[in-house]
């Protein structure tokens, strides 16, 4: 799996949009790019992942640079509720479904 | 709901006792994985299963084993080889074999040591 590179924090202001960004140089053209969270001493929770073309759900938005070589996550009305640490991973899909967990960006949004 | 269930949230484990972490999921999943979680740390793979009665060890499998006996069910024994327990452990599921959809995870149980 292609290594991420992380910011290892960032401050948001409550009701701003939170741009969480990844550095992934090495993907390959068949990696795919999942984000999750994880609240502290919760278990992470899921929030998007895509190929190349860019992802929204209720949760959040996906930027993937052109070139794959990078991404962005977007929490476009950051509350309190979402701070917490954010794992950008990148995988091969047909690889058995294993996620490699790094350091993450710790998120914290204040009022 | 659908979820992945880990019991208990907090276990304490004696020196040479071997411990079970329970995991059931009711999202008819065949993958189901755990992983460790030390402070301050990501997650490293412990095991993981594709498909019942079948399953490979991760990175860190010394001093740990799983079952997989039924689909919703894959429960891990921290045995007395593993030396340094102390740690939070994360029980994820994910859908289709070698697909691209996302892993869930469970709410984690925490495991220290008397």
């Known amino acids: 799996d292609a290594k991420t590179t992380q910011p290892p924090s960032m401050d948001c202001a409550e009701g701003r949009a939170a741009n969480l960004p990844c550095n992934h140089s090495?993907?390959?053209?068949?990696?795919?790019v999942y984000w999750y969270r994880q609240i502290h001493s919760q278990g992470p929770q899921y929030i998007i992942h895509?190929?190349?073309n860019n992802e929204t759900n209720e949760m959040a938005s996906l930027i993937i640079t052109e070139d794959r070589k990078s991404s962005t996550l977007i929490l476009p009305h950051a509350t309190l509720r979402d701070t917490a640490v954010y794992y950008c991973i990148v995988r091969v899909a047909p690889a058995g479904n294993m996620l490699t967990f790094g350091g993450g960006t710790r998120l914290m949004v204040k009022p | 709901d659908g979820g992945i269930t880990q019991s208990p949230k907090y276990l304490f484990r004696k020196e040479g006792q071997n411990v079970t972490l329970s995991c059931e999921q009711n999202l008819n999943h065949d993958a189901m994985y755990w992983y460790r979680q030390d402070p301050g740390q990501g997650l490293r793979l412990i095991y993981y299963s594709q498909i019942v009665n079948d399953f490979q060890k991760g990175d860190i499998a010394e001093g740990y084993s799983v079952s997989r006996e039924k689909k919703e069910s894959f429960p891990l024994t921290v045995t007395s080889a593993q030396k340094n327990p102390t740690a939070f452990y994360l029980c994820?599921?994910?859908?289709?074999?070698?697909?691209?959809?996302?892993?869930?995870f469970g709410d984690g149980t925490r495991l220290s040591i008397l």
């Open positions: 895509g190929l190349k």
């Open positions: 994820a599921s994910s859908g289709r074999r070698y697909s691209n959809q996302p892993q869930h």
């Open positions: 090495t993907i390959s053209g068949n990696e795919y």
